[in-house]
């Protein structure tokens, strides 16, 4: 029996980077829709929500391929506390995982946990800006649809090139 040289075909760093981000984001929906029987029905989230999320860009852990710094196929995850619009009530936790695309723009998948539920976004960011898809959530977020949107100035800084809070707004639609 003879065998056959295989010849396997590589993706670049990048490429292979976002794959598996959109996998990590499909997977993430799957398990979303899988866990909210509601989806169909709609959501009985209304109105506006406003919140105050933290970040800290020296607290995420990166994912770096070459060349070094932010640049395609970077990944960035991020676990924050999130505040109610006081500033001062804790309400829970944001999480996020930015997938660079080039040196401008960014894939975002996240998850805002809160009391009474979980909240999912998903969008792109091109310099800095543009607002969220609110994509589902679970308890009494189960099959929110909205946008997501933070403020570019920061509300709070926390110490020098430390943690910053924006102020967050969530708009529901039905």
Partial sequence: MTRTARTERRLPGS???????????????????????????????????????????????RDDVAPAGDSSGDQVSFTEPVFAADNRTRLGR??????????QGALVAGALRLRDGTITLAGARVNGAGSLAVTGGTGAYAGAR????????????LGEDGPSRHRVTIRFRR
């Fill in 15 to 61: 490429a292979r980077a976002l794959l598996g981000a959109l996998g990590l984001l499909l997977a993430f929906a799957i398990a979303i829709g899988a866990t909210t029987g509601q989806a169909a029905v709609g959501s009985k989230a209304t109105g506006t929500l406003k919140l105050v999320v933290e970040f800290d860009r020296n607290a995420g852990a």
């Fill in 94 to 103: 944001a999480m996020f995982l930015n997938t660079f695309q080039d040196d």
């Fill in 146 to 157: 909205g946008s997501y949107s933070e403020t570019a100035k920061a509300l709070q800084v």
